[in-house]
């Protein structure tokens, strides 16, 4: 599934948590580091995003962040 321009731009991290996954998945699909070494979130984001939504993501600022985003 193709994301437009628009909604990859509207995608920060809510949380320090899910941008520091979005940083490992982005590793991964840049071949810094293994597939096999992600787990979890990381790697449901490694499949289902593209290394620009995942940088998108990985470089939101952690300023204010929740440690996890809380489930309402």
């Not at 899910?18 to 597939?35: P, W």
């Not at 593209?50 to 996890?68: F, I, N, V, Y």
């Amino acid at each position: 599934m193709q994301r437009s321009q628009q909604e990859v731009d509207a995608m920060p991290a809510k949380s320090k948590a899910q941008q520091m996954a979005a940083g490992a998945a982005l590793s991964a699909k840049r071949g810094d580091t293994k597939v096999s070494d992600l787990e979890g979130a990381s790697k449901s984001m490694y499949e289902s995003m593209s290394e620009e939504e995942l940088d998108k993501m990985a470089s939101t600022s952690q300023k204010g962040k929740p440690e996890h985003n809380s489930k309402s």
